[in-house]
T-cell receptor
Framework: NAGVTQTPKFQVLKTGQSMTLQCAQD?????MSWYRQDPGMGLRLIHY???????DQGEVPNGYNVSRSTTEDFPLRLLSAAPSQTSVYFC?????????????FGEGSRLTVL | AQKVTQAQTEISVVEKEDVTLDCVYE???????LFWYKQPPSGELVFLIR??????QNEISGRYSWNFQKSTSSFNFTITASQVVDSAVYFC????????????????FGKGTHLIIQP
């Protein structure tokens, strides 16, 4: 069982570079989301999707884009990386809305922006 | 707006002691959901429990127990006879019900409590 798979696990970028964090789940979950974790801040929601073709902003969406062309994939794009985006990023999915049950998390992607 | 407060930033106890992690939440909804997640040193997030606002029964799972009190807006987590393997960061989280506009927005997490169990 793969569950939620994130790639890459580690990435170093220079300010202004762009990149995409990939997230894929094989559980046929409708709901997918991206969180960032910063020291002493807990996890904060960036973007989420309740199904293919539907995305919406969370608490801290600035600087990030998402799309959901398939049920399985939910990539997170940084168009012009900034040092403030240095963080650990978690992708998460659940069968339906997260309050209905368990939110399954990927292993995280550690991003450093120099 | 919903909010979760975990006032204890770090707790250190000796193995076999009991320890309680506090969680206080704020929400305007009458229907909501509360969660606890564990993040061990390896970094992954492990689901521990989900509780809805209509179920105030305490829950016990092995050495873990949860005390939900709506009157004080608290959802505290107790580990009995702690073990070194319990060392982790523990997060409390809240999600409001879908039909009241929340839920689909995801979970609001507290800042976490770093629990250190010393041998």
């Amino acid at each position: 069982n793969a569950g939620v798979t994130q790639t890459p696990k580690f990435q170093v970028l220079k300010t202004g570079q762009s990149m995409t964090l990939q997230c894929a789940q094989d559980m046929n979950h409708e709901y997918m989301s991206w969180y960032r974790q910063d020291p002493g801040m807990g996890l904060r929601l960036i973007h989420y999707s309740v199904g293919a073709g539907i995305t919406d902003q969370g608490e801290v969406p600035n600087g990030y884009n998402v799309s959901r062309s398939t049920t399985e994939d939910f990539p997170l794009r940084l168009l012009s990386a900034a040092p403030s985006q240095t963080s650990v990023y978690f992708c998460a999915s659940s069968y339906r809305q997260p309050n209905t049950g368990e939110l399954f998390f990927g292993e995280g992607s550690r991003l450093t922006v120099l | 707006a919903q909010k979760v407060t975990q006032a204890q930033t770090e707790i250190s106890v000796v193995e076999k002691e009991d320890v309680t992690l506090d969680c206080v939440y704020e929400t305007r909804d009458t229907t909501y959901y509360l969660f606890w997640y564990k993040q061990p040193p390896s970094g992954e997030l492990v689901f521990l429990i989900r509780r809805n606002s209509f179920d105030e029964q305490n829950e016990i799972s092995g050495r873990y127990s949860w005390n939900f009190q709506k009157s004080t807006s608290s959802f505290n987590f107790t580990i009995t006879a702690s073990q070194v393997v319990d060392s982790a960061v523990y997060f409390c989280a809240l999600s409001e019900a879908v039909y009241s506009g929340g839920g689909a927005d995801g979970l609001t997490f507290g800042k976490g409590t770093h629990l250190i169990i010393q041998p």
